[in-house]
């Protein structure tokens, strides 16, 4: 996939497994602390994952703004500090029954996890990966 918002070492990051994307995603959002969703007039993108509903996160503007094209072309990626993620978010999510899809592409869902799941990775003390 080449697009065009992208560096080259983004469209490497793009292009690795889910499992190694994951990491990448843990670490960057750590370090800027901040979680990266798509919004649109109705508010937060959701994915349907089989039987579950999923919220999309990405760990970047760029990445975000990468997979907003077809029909959530209309969506602007939004910001959401940790802080208020773990306040608000996380048991928001758990309380809707909503699951996160980590870092999805075009070509995959990303990794889906509980909210809870996801929160506990970032709170983790920085790993080399």
């Given at each position: 996939m080449t697009t065009p918002n992208l560096s080259e070492e983004q469209a490497v990051i793009l292009g690795l497994g889910a499992k190694k994307r994951l990491a990448y995603m843990f670490e960057t959002?750590?370090?800027?602390?901040?979680?990266?969703?798509?919004?649109?007039?109705?508010?937060?993108?959701?994915?349907?994952?089989?039987?579950?509903?999923?919220?999309?996160?990405?760990?970047?503007?760029?990445?975000?703004?990468?997979?907003?094209?077809?029909?959530?072309?209309?969506c602007s990626a939004k910001a959401i500090p940790l802080a208020d993620w773990f306040s608000r978010w996380t048991p928001g999510l758990e309380e809707d029954d909503l699951l996160i899809a980590a870092f999805p592409t075009e070509e995959d869902d990303g990794t889906i996890?509980?909210?809870?799941?996801?929160?506990?990775?970032?709170?983790?003390?920085?790993?080399?990966?």
């Open positions: 959002v750590q370090q800027f602390k901040q979680v990266w969703i798509l919004n649109d007039d109705d508010g937060c993108v959701m994915l349907a994952n089989e039987d579950d509903d999923c919220v999309p996160v990405w760990p970047t503007r760029e990445f975000a703004e990468a997979w907003a094209t077809g029909e959530w072309a209309g996890l509980f909210s809870d799941e996801f929160e506990k990775q970032l709170k983790a003390p920085k790993q080399k990966y």
